[in-house]
């Protein structure tokens, strides 16, 4: 079976178009509630908190592919302004201001439900020319997850069960479900699942290198039944794309995007820093946890920055 072939198949056996009705907008973030974050709430149990993010700044991992870079921090008021008198303000009043310019999929982030098409379709069956135009997307803009994404987090960390993974190392269902069971934990509907690959622990010590875009372990396509039986809310990874890389078909770019997003609804993680949790979550024993990922309300934009926070 070919890459088109086993998109195809996948897509018309995965799909949940229709499921939250024609106007949907959350896809499968749509599987967490009220009863699911009051549960989630009930795990806070140290008061510990993780930052799940890598920081933005000019040392990151981008390399210009598709136009990505890292982000670029320019100080528009500093001390020397005020010590020296430049910004105008009475009775010795001094200040500080700072802007940002970014891709918004630059370092940790979310993908939106309008990042990826499929044969010209978006989430939902939606012509994808009548979702995301030059205005942005007009749908299924991700300022519509700023609200609902909060819940029950779970870490799969394959890495620490099955060692350090080589790139290219496609992390299977039964990887997913060996490494659940090693860590006593069980995935329910409505979760908000991180996988750790150790990938970002490799570019720590050894530098950035294809950390963007080039080769590594990642989720298998074939792990696309599982996500869609599952009922996950949303998946995270700490590697650049997801999926493995090189993809597992010839020919084919991130095909496993090209099912989940479009087809699934599925809210999509990356660059997510895993490793402090990681510590934490085997010292301890216990793999879930509240997490809170609020995307940032950009209007229209179909991805977005986000540090995520796990309270253990």
Known sequence: ????QAIAQAAATYSNWGRWGEDDVRGTVNFIGPAERR???ALIRRGETFSLSQRFDMNGPQKGWRRRTNPVHTMLDTGLDAVHGDQGFPHGLGGADDVIAMPLQCSTQWDGLGHIF??????????????????????????HLAAPVAGRGVLLDVAAVYGELPDGFAI???HLTATAEAHGVAIRRGDLVCVRTGRLARAKRDGWGDYAGGPSPGLSFWTAGWLHRTELAAVATDTW????????FDNAFQPLHQ??????????GEMWDL?????????????EFFLTAAPLPVTGAVGSPVNPLAIK
Do not use: K
């Not at 978006?122 to 942005?136: C, F, I, K, Y």
């Not at 794309?241 to 597992?248: A, C, D, L, S, W």
């Not at 099912?259 to 999509?268: A, E, K």
């Open 1 to 4: 079976m070919n890459a088109e």
């Open 39 to 41: 549960a989630a709430a």
């Open 118 to 143: 499929d044969h010209g379709r978006a989430w939902n069956g939606r012509p994808a020319d009548q979702v995301v135009t030059s205005e942005g997307d007009l749908v299924t803009g991700i300022e």
């Open 172 to 174: 299977t269902e039964e």
């Open 241 to 248: 794309g997801f999926e493995v890389r090189p993809n597992e």
């Open 259 to 268: 099912v989940v997003i479009p087809h699934l609804g599925l809210l999509v």
């Open 275 to 287: 490793d402090a949790l990681a510590a934490d979550c085997a010292a301890d024993g216990v793999y």
